[in-house]
């Protein structure tokens, strides 16, 4: 089932006044697709997935499934969540705890009055596809997190929805089993094909599960793309700063065009590849932000050679890879090392690989 936003808004009343938690939100989830809503705490991404529910109503806009109204504020049209027959994983699972595992994945069902033996066909086949069919007669208190997420998945399939919203449903495994899960809910959604809104502040659940992403701030939409692209093509500071395990180096520059369009950073001037220029000269400004991303940073010993010189101050280290801080000025690049022949307080000359580079708008 394709999923459509159009111009939808939520606002709500407090003791501050009125909050409008989504603004003026477009959107289109393909049918099948993983789509994932990423964004800080407060951004707004689960009151989007609550309007998508059912659970909230919105104050402009509309909401399709295929081509059909279920929100229309214009229209006065509110369909329930069980006339949408959407599923919902919450972050804390919300398992009934006095019902064994078997009733609390049946309960939907039973509300829907199912006869006795489809509820037992349908549990079954679920709890097969999740790999809890030896838990049935369990209780939550007996399962660990990871078993209870399974419980909540497969209540969520038993019916077979027409579109599937997770609402932070690792965020309380421990960081081995979150990355197990991840990949187990994958491929559960490719076999299922349902199409799924799946809610995160976590970068690494964005990256690895959306077939595209969108990323939301202050209620608004900033971008829409796969991963690959608001990685290696971001829209605006915001997007750059978002992304990315280890942050991005943003910096003020000046643009210099003399024989070749050029940067001047601290003194330095550094010549822009011809792609890189274009985009420059697309600003229209001689002040741009300049952001590079630790792994585009390279380092050398020899400090003769580059024309921007450092100081390492400090060394993370990251497993397979190091994470250096080193002092420019009043400035502080981070650059990614797969070496550890450094040591902190040794110049070092820097080095960017300027095809990676990525220039916006000076704020």
Known sequence: MRLELINLSKKFRSMRGEIEAVKDVDLAVEEKEFFVLLGPSGCGKSTLLNL??????????????????????????????????VAMVFQNY??????????NIAFPLKIEKWDKGEIENAVKKAADILGISGLLDDKPSELSGGQ????????????????FLLDEPLS???????????????????????????????????????????????????????????????????????????????????????NGTYIE?????????????????????????????????????????????????????????????ISVKDSIIRALSDSSKWETGQNVGIMFVMEKAHFFEAE
């Open 52 to 85: 998508v529910a059912g659970l909230e109503k919105p104050t402009a806009g509309e909401i399709k499934f295929d081509s059909d109204p279920v929100a229309s504020f214009d229209k006065r049209i509110f369909r329930s969540p069980k006339e949408r027959n």
């Open 94 to 103: 919300a398992l009934y705890p006095h019902l064994k595992v078997y009733d």
């Open 148 to 163: 209870r997420q399974r419980v909540a998945i497969a209540r969520a399939i038993v019916r077979e929805p027409n579109i």
């Open 172 to 258: 309380n495994l421990d960081a081995q089993l979150r990355m197990s899960m991840r990949t187990e809910l994958k491929n559960l959604q490719r076999r299922l094909e349902i199409t799924t809104l799946y809610v995160t502040h976590d970068q690494t659940e964005a990256l690895t599960l959306g077939d595209r992403v969108a990323i939301l701030n202050e209620g608004r939409i900033e971008q829409v793309g796969s991963p690959l692209d608001l990685y290696d093509k971001p829209k605006n500071i915001f997007v750059a700063r978002f992304l990315g395990s280890s942050p991005i180096n943003i910096f003020n520059a000046k643009v210099i065009e003399e």
């Open 265 to 325: 950073i601290w003194g330095n001037r550094i010549q822009l590849p011809e792609d890189r220029a274009e985009k420059v000269r697309s600003l229209r400004t001689d002040k741009v932000v300049f952001g590079i991303r630790p792994e585009d940073v390279s380092l050398e010993r020899d400090t003769d050679r580059p024309s921007v010189k450092g100081r390492i101050e400090d060394i993370e280290l990251l497993g397979r890879e190091t994470l250096l801080h």
